[in-house]
């Protein structure tokens, strides 16, 4: 994951999609990454900053 770029550039939020079919959500917190959410298989996520969206991850799964 680019953490150290995404930290330089004060981009406040990082996804994290691993091959274990795993997402990771991280908020930048005074220079901090801190881990918001971890959510896997087949469960529908809204995060921020989506809220407002739900990512169905089997799809991402069975789209990669």
């Known amino acids: 994951m680019k953490h150290p770029a995404m930290r330089r550039e004060s ?3 990082a996804y994290s999609r691993k ?3 795993i997402l990771e959500t991280y908020a930048l917190t005074d220079g901090q990454w ?3 959410g971890l959510y ?3 469960e529908d ?11 169905v991850l089997n799809d ?5």
Do not use: C, G, Y
């Open 34 to 36: 801190t881990v918001t």
């Open 45 to 55: 996520v809204s995060a921020a900053p989506f809220e407002a969206v739900t990512i």
């Open 19 to 21: 091959k274990l079919r």
């Open 60 to 64: 991402l799964w069975t789209n990669s």
């Open 11 to 13: 981009m406040p939020h």
């Open 40 to 42: 896997q298989d087949q």
